[in-house]
T-cell receptor, first 113, second 117 residues
Framework: KQEVTQIPAALSVPEGENLVLNCSFT??????LQWFRQDPGKGLTSLLL?????REQTSGRLNASLDKSSGRSTLYIAASQPGDSATYLCAVRQETSGSRLTFGEGTQLTVNP | DTGVSQNPRHKITKRGQNVTFRCDPISEHNRLYWYRQTLGQGPEFLTYFQNEAQLEKSRLLSDRFSAERPKGSFSTLEIQRTEQGDSAMYLC???????????????FGEGSRLTVL
């Protein structure tokens, strides 16, 4: 059974700092990995998706990397801003799951002005 | 593209009542998913449709829960005889068919928050 772990559970940083969020998964037979952002009481917004054959994806100040063999992904946020404050979730899709995602519990990020 | 739409956004009900949530996926997305999220946790998979066929159901989906997608477009999730433990955010997502040009990305709605008193 796939298990996804996100570390740290919460993170508070001053504005402008670069930061890294970590995601690990136990079963490396994944189809893809997706990073989401969730604001309080809201749905999930897709940030980046990395296919199993890829090593990284970039969008603006965000960069996500994937090391499938070691079961790890990182989300790098450059020059953090107060508007980045949210919960960040990673989720993996197995090769054989029929599309369901397995989520981590998220990292709650606070960027202080 | 209007995104995934969920209604109602909030529902407060008394224990023992039935509730129904509706999800309208992004048009032409043939795959539709329901997830449940409790406070401080990541979403948990409930069920998955490809067109009108319900292809996967989680063990979380007890016999009080039923989901339908009768015409392969919108979907409903009904909870019968609600219990306080059903209080959660119910999230719907959709995705297009897998293809050479499709990444398999899921797009989520804003969720329907259920509070059972």
């Amino acid at each position: 059974k796939q298990e996804v772990t996100q570390i740290p559970a919460a993170l508070s940083v001053p504005e402008g700092e670069n930061l890294v969020l970590n995601c690990s998964f136990t079963d490396s037979a994944i189809y893809n990995l997706q990073w989401f952002r969730q604001d309080p009481g809201k749905g999930l917004t897709s940030l980046l998706l990395i296919q199993s054959s890829q090593r990284e994806q970039t969008s603006g100040r965000l960069n996500a990397s994937l090391d499938k063999s070691s079961g790890r992904s990182t989300l790098y946020i450059a020059a953090s801003q107060p508007g980045d404050s949210a919960t960040y979730l990673c989720a993996v899709r197995q090769e054989t799951s029929g599309s369901r995602l397995t989520f981590g519990e998220g990292t709650q990020l606070t960027v202080n002005p | 593209d209007t995104g995934v739409s969920q209604n109602p956004r909030h529902k407060i009900t008394k224990r023992g009542q039935n509730v129904t949530f509706r999800c309208d996926p992004i048009s032409e997305h043939n795959r539709l998913y329901w997830y449940r999220q409790t406070l401080g946790q990541g979403p948990e998979f409930l069920t998955y449709f490809q067109n009108e066929a319900q292809l996967e159901k989680s063990r979380l989906l007890s016999d009080r829960f039923s989901a339908e997608r009768p015409k392969g477009s919108f979907s409903t999730l009904e909870i019968q005889r609600t219990e306080q433990g059903d209080s959660a955010m119910y999230l719907c997502a959709s995705s297009p068919p897998d293809s050479r040009y499709n990444t398999g990305e899921l797009f989520f709605g804003e969720g329907s928050r259920l509070t059972v008193l």
